[in-house]
């Protein structure tokens, strides 16, 4: 039946039509696209192909091909995040979820497989509201940041994103900077830890910050100054507990022999390192060492009982401060107890 | 400090802006006395506002605003996003703001309200900032700063010299966010078709809509809120997001380091002259903190930044004129275009319509 309708009603119906741009830039022949669209497909065929031919001659499955297919996943997934064009939201820090999301799969790969993370005392992480992590800082990358990350938002029961602080110097890098932002970081200033504690995130903090990264091989496991405690101060003012956290096999990965410290000056870095492998090899130096990993995220501190007064009160935040780090550092010396070898 | 009364004799600086034309438009029905000053001639006709010649670069500002009896000034003749020489700026901005001032103190003076308009400039941008500037980082000198953030600091120091000095005026310093109506420098990089960014930088851009700004100021004249306030919509963009916004695509070749370089390339590539400031801005990002403005005015920008962008983007749809023969006729269809595009971009309506209607 046709609808009869007066022209107010059908005014009322109507909706504004939407304006379609034609898609303007270049645009490749169209049997290359042909191909691009097909390549995948062939190379997949060859893949299935070579691990069965493989399986025959070795008798043992030399390509997992579920690994194979978890990576083809992920291709696509960022295929389809370079075409969201805008749509899509970030937060106030620019910290874009479902883009950091896509990458966990990377990093479950090495938190799984290469690094074997075992994680303990994922309990004391609070599934709901504000938290200061504060953990030990080692590794001549931070590469601990990214493990930590990855142990809370796999091993929890309630995924949260953890918004790590970052040496300022890492946000003026061209891909760093850009990468970091995205990914949830934002610059390790007082002010921003605040603002995220205030907003009931889990926010990390490593209070030893580059003398913590930039020590030498020799001195592993060995705590740096914490500073004078700021973190503590801030913790108190948001009303946040603190949360110990200690990582062990971070200090193996590039084991630091020597820093070339007029280089580094040059180059407007903290530190030059000199490893075994760097920068002796070029760009395969920058290749992590497989070290056996553990993380331990300890009970809380609750500092948060405190008046927010106890901010300024020098004595309590300094006993806070030693209180974090021994624990801290009892934690490393414990884990290095529980892990059979450096490597296993 | 009592609040002063109510304003009755305003004068606007810079009135030939089209953000003082809006300001004067909407301020218009609420003073008895409008006057506005500018070197060039007004946008629009408001038969409401008297206007005068003036150039606050001379010491004559001061003499008209004791000869007019003004009691509220509005110092809206800051330069930011101009493309004069940096000298001109300077004199503008700090020079200008010097002889208004003048006008402004003294035992004799009627002046009970100062508005002026600061910009999100005087913050620059850099890696080691905090990601949310609040209103005491711009008081701080920031070190190394030359150019638009350093005369905008010289002439923050000025004012804020003179709201202590002279306590029965009642001093307000908006800073307001970046503006991206169609004729400023950021829109208009935004706009290009391909827009070189730099190369492993994506910063998060917080924008005020042109419509807010107006309205901020003109609530500041009518309101009591004496101090400095952060004025940008809520939300960030971020670059990439802002170019897709625009149909545009981002081309990542400005060298990251060495700002001089990127600006000569912006120079020859996109035949843009980019401020230093800006240049710093679209590397790093700057985002503002503007909790003190809500809980003083009891409001805030009502466009996103996201909004911003996207009404922008709208604006920008340009129609095609269909065969024009007398050339009235064309400028008709280039008027109701105009007219139509504003309409789209939330702006209000014309004032010359709005008066034969």
Known sequence: MIQQATPKQRKKNSKPAEIVRPRSGLQLPKQVRQLQRQAPLYALQGVTELSARLKQATGKDVIDLNRVMNFVQFLYKQRDLMRRGADYEVDDFGFDPQWTESFIDVFMVLYRDYWRVETTGIENVPAHGRALLVSNHAGVLPWDGTMIKTAVFAEHPHPRHVRALVASLFLGMPVMSWFLRRTGQTVGHPDDTRRLLERDELVLVFPEGVRGTGKNFKDRYRLRRFGRGGFVGTAIRSRAPIIPVSVVGSEEIYPMVADVAPLARFLGMPYFPLTPFWPWLGPLGMIPLPSKWRIQFHAPIHVEDNPPEAADDQNLVMAVADEVRDTIQQGIYDNLKLRRGVFL | ?357
């Open chain 2, 1 to 357: 400090m009592t609040s002063p009364p109510s304003p009755r004799r305003v004068l606007l600086t810079g009135v030939s802006n089209p953000l003082g034309a809006e300001v004067a438009l909407r301020l218009a029905p609420h003073v008895p006395y409008l006057f506005g000053c500018d070197v060039h001639d007004p946008i629009s006709a408001l038969e409401q506002m008297d206007f005068v010649h003036a150039d606050v670069r001379h010491a004559a500002i001061g003499k008209l605003v004791r000869q007019l009896q003004i009691d509220t000034v509005v110092h809206l003749a800051v330069m930011v996003d101009s493309p004069s020489d940096q000298r001109s700026i300077h004199e503008t901005d700090v020079i200008g703001t010097m002889n208004v001032l003048v006008g402004c103190s003294g035992p004799s003076s009627r002046v009970r309200r100062l508005i002026v308009k600061s910009s999100q400039a005087v913050y620059g941008a850099g890696p080691t900032d905090p990601s949310f500037f609040s209103e005491e980082i711009g008081s701080v000198e920031r070190p190394g700063s030359s150019g638009v953030t350093r005369d905008l600091y010289e002439m923050e120091q000025l004012i804020g010299e003179f709201a202590l000095r002279e306590e029965s005026c009642q001093v307000s310093v908006l800073r307001l966010g970046f503006r991206v109506s169609e004729d400023t420098t950021l829109a208009r990089y935004l706009s290009l078709p391909i827009v070189p960014t730099f190369a492993g930088f994506d910063p998060r851009l917080q924008l005020l809509h042109e419509d807010d700004a107006a309205e901020v100021i003109v609530r500041a004249v009518l309101g009591d809120h004496p101090g400095v306030f952060n004025v940008a919509a809520h939300g960030v963009v971020l670059l990439s997001q802002a170019i897709a916004i625009m149909g545009g695509s981002a081309a990542p070749v400005l060298p990251p380091y060495g700002r001089w370089a990127a600006r000569m390339a912006l120079r020859a590539l996109a035949r843009l002259e980019v401020q230093a400031y800006l240049a710093d801005v679209i590397a790093y990002g700057s985002v503002m903190d503007c909790s003190r403005l809500e809980a003083a005015f009891g409001w805030k920008p009502a466009h996103s930044s996201r909004a911003v962008m996207d009404s922008l983007a709208r604006g920008r749809e340009i129609e095609v004129i269909e065969a024009p023969s007398p050339p009235q006729e064309y400028e008709l269809q280039v008027y109701l275009q105009r007219r139509r595009r504003e309409a789209r971009n939330g702006h209000r309506i014309a004032p010359a319509l709005k008066a034969h209607k």
